[in-house]
């Protein structure tokens, strides 16, 4: 089992910045790739960045590129998302998630096999 605990949620001005960090317990974490994924009311999750699990391999989702940057710490068994300028339409649960796989990162929601709690990101027109 993997225990994953999202944080760094809260409410922001658009514009404004938000970095979510996702610590990772239970497994060796270098062994798994890691995603983030958000919903927002009424709506489907989405993905929105993913990492290999040596970083070497990321993926955004296009409304997300040149704002957002995962990252990962294997020292620290953490992954964060640094979001920049945000939008109220990113106002969402933000979720992140873990699979055990080799190779590039992983896009679908499907394929992950452990989830967090999520953390609320709020952002203010």
């Known amino acids: 089992q993997v225990q994953l605990v999202e944080s760094g949620g809260g409410l922001v001005q658009a514009g404004g910045s938000l970095r979510l960090s996702c610590v990772a317990s239970?497994?060796?974490?270098?062994?798994?790739?890691m995603g983030w994924f958000r919903q927002a009311p009424g709506k489907e999750r989405e993905s929105v960045a993913a990492i290999s699990r040596s970083g070497g391999s990321t993926y955004y989702a296009d409304s997300v590129k040149g704002r957002f940057t995962i990252s990962r710490s294997n020292a620290k068994t953490t992954v964060y998302l640094q979001m920049n300028s945000l939008e109220p339409e990113e106002t969402a649960v933000y979720y992140c998630a873990a699979v055990r796989r080799f190779g590039g990162a992983v896009v679908v929601g499907t394929e992950y096999d452990y989830w967090g709690q999520g953390t609320q990101v709020t952002v203010s027109s």
């Open positions: 239970g497994r060796t974490f270098s062994n798994y790739a």
